[in-house]
């Protein structure tokens, strides 16, 4: 590695954070300042693009299969590299954000991978986002403990030969970075920060320690996003002196129109692709924020209603499946995010058995693995695909050359037979409020009615509200939605949580702030293509 001019970054409006100087070391703030200046102007450029064609969906009210990339769909010599060893066995998978307790449990959990998350279930203060990087670092040194300052309760890290792979989540491609800018005063993208720091201090060492750097790819919207990544990718590995395809990338498939490009996504990414996700609530919210104006056809129904066994959400993980198994990469099921009540066994026993049969049809779909909240969800998901595989470490031979989704059918939304009910648009609004009041306290990942919330669940939640109420809906009990009931719902929730933790926890959190911010963002004529974007402006630290 040559040696790094100084970096032209600047750290803004940050209180000093111990240890940062570990993180932030001036040959690492080099590299992303570079990262910064090859990528920023492409990612601008993409995400125009994105604009543009969310305009032509507004305009003609579909997607389909792009026919200027149909030769690589039809191409079927290609295939992406080979698994690592450390990453060919992934039947169960558990996500959480990098905080330190996390980061031991995660890695204990018994998972064989670690979605360590600094996206969506982390809320990127500068705080998480810096402590974060020295938590995995301090992982991969053996360097890290923690005791639970309540409970006196300690943690430590099993054997290495016990501990989950990390996959490494960074930042998508929309969100700044406000804490890092170039001399021109301009925001780095948070997904070159996230990486960059990651790739730079812990590449080599996770070489050196029989893995590698490996990450998940968010909210990609189409496979030049994906090569923007490849790029991305060949550079740093040349730039730090790690060997070229070193890196494997798994793509969250949460948009629906990368839905269309499942193939294109992994072409782009085939000597650095390791396979692609299903990821649910993301995927629902894309579809909305998409098809908006589309008229009643794309109105979704209840966000608990809309299971994965529905008519279009079967299109998109049977095609997700067969895509991976063609193509030779993993496909990873979607999320089980059950927390188990300590309190009651009633509950735990009615969603064990849902999330059983989750797995169950995952695993015989032929998923290679799935993703789960809670570490008490390990043996479950892996009870489910060990049946399925045995001794095998991923079933991609199978495959499952009966699938035949059309285009049509990924947005076939109105072939499911449920409908928005008042009950419904209450849990938009309670989980919408409950979610964003801790994000804003910094807690990215959060447990709500013993579901495990991240902000997907924020943005399927507004832009539910948002659809029914520009769809004129009108809800089980006769009455339609509008500006005004979903106001009333809010008063009503925020009453309730006033009266449940009382006048002094309800005045020290930020209960109005997260009240107005869910409303704006709900209501507003203009749509937020994201809530975090106005909810990071009022994000504190």
């Known amino acids: ?16 954070l111990p240890r940062q100087e570990e993180v932030l070391t001036e040959a690492a703030l080099a590299f992303v300042a570079e990262l910064h200046r090859r990528f920023t102007p492409r990612r601008d450029e993409l ?11 507004a305009r003609t009210s579909t997607l389909g299969f792009l026919p200027e990339t149909a030769a690589i769909r039809a191409d079927d010599s290609w295939r992406v590299a ?56 301090d992982a991969y040194t053996r360097n890290i403990d923690f005791t639970d300052a309540k409970s006196g309760k300690s943690y430590a890290l099993k054997a290495d030969e016990e501990l989950a792979t990390v996959v490494m989540r960074p930042r998508g491609w929309h969100l700044n970075e406000r804490h890092l800018v170039d001399a021109d005063g301009t925001p780095v993208p948070g997904a070159l920060v996230d990486f960059g720091l990651y790739f730079f201090h812990n590449a080599q060492r996770l070489l050196d320690l029989g893995k590698g750097p490996y990450f998940y790819l968010p909210k990609t919207e189409s496979h030049l996003e994906a ?19 070193t890196v494997r990338a798994t793509v969250l498939i949460e948009t629906i129109t990368a839905a269309y490009e499942m193939e294109e996504i992994l072409y782009e990414l085939r000597d650095h692709a390791s396979g692609l996700n ?4 993301d995927y629902l919210f894309s579809i909305v924020k998409n098809f908006r104006d589309g008229g009643a056809r794309f109105v979704l129904p209840d966000r608990n209603a809309v299971t994965m066994t529905a008519p279009f959400m079967r299109a998109y993980t049977e095609l997700l499946v067969r895509t991976c198994h063609k193509r030779g990469a993993h496909a990873i099921g979607g999320m089980a995010a059950f927390i188990p009540s300590r309190r009651d066994a009633e509950v735990n026993k009615v969603a064990f058995e849902k999330v059983r049969a989750d797995k169950d049809r ?19 998901a892996m009870e489910s695909f060990d049946k399925v595989l045995g001794d095998k470490p991923n079933q991609k031979d199978r495959l499952r050359e009966d699938v035949d989704v059309k285009a049509a059918d990924l947005i076939a939304v109105d072939s499911l037979d449920a409908k928005p009910t008042y009950a419904g648009l209450v849990n938009a609004v309670q989980v919408g409020i409950r979610y964003i009041e801790a994000w804003l306290r910094g807690m990215g990942a959060v447990a709500i009615f013993n579901l495990m919330e991240d902000a997907a669940t924020a943005e399927i939640s507004r832009s539910q509200i948002w659809q029914w109420i520009n769809a004129e809906v009108v809800l089980d ?11 009333k719902v809010a008063a009503e929730e925020l009453a309730n949580i006033r009266a449940e933790i009382g006048d002094e926890a309800f005045t020290a959190g930020n209960w109005q702030r997260a009240h107005d911010l869910l409303l704006t963002v709900s209501l507003d004529e203009d ?13 504190k630290g």
């Open 1 to 16: 590695m040559s040696a790094p001019a100084p970096s032209p970054l600047a750290i803004v409006d940050a209180e000093p």
């Open 47 to 57: 995400l125009a693009r994105r604009a543009e064609r969310r305009a032509e969906i």
């Open 82 to 137: 080979p698994a690592p060893d450390a990453l060919n066995d992934r039947r169960v998978e558990i996500t959480g954000p990098t905080d330190r307790k996390m980061t031991i449990n995660a890695l204990n959990s018994g998972a064989k991978v670690w979605l360590a998350d600094f996206e969506d279930a982390s809320a990127p203060t500068w705080e998480n986002v810096v402590l974060g990087q020295v938590n995995l670092s």
């Open 227 to 245: 090569r923007l990544w490849n790029e991305v990718f060949v550079f740093a590995q040349e730039y730090c002196g790690i060997p070229q395809g």
């Open 278 to 281: 299903a990821g649910r609530w």
């Open 362 to 380: 995952e695993a015989g779909d032929g998923f290679d693995g799935s993703w789960v909240a809670h570490p008490d969800l390990v043996p479950i």
């Open 477 to 487: 009990n006769g009455e339609q939605v509008t500006a005004d009931l979903a106001r």
């Open 527 to 539: 749509y937020a293509d994201f809530l975090t974007l106005p909810a990071y402006e009022q994000l």
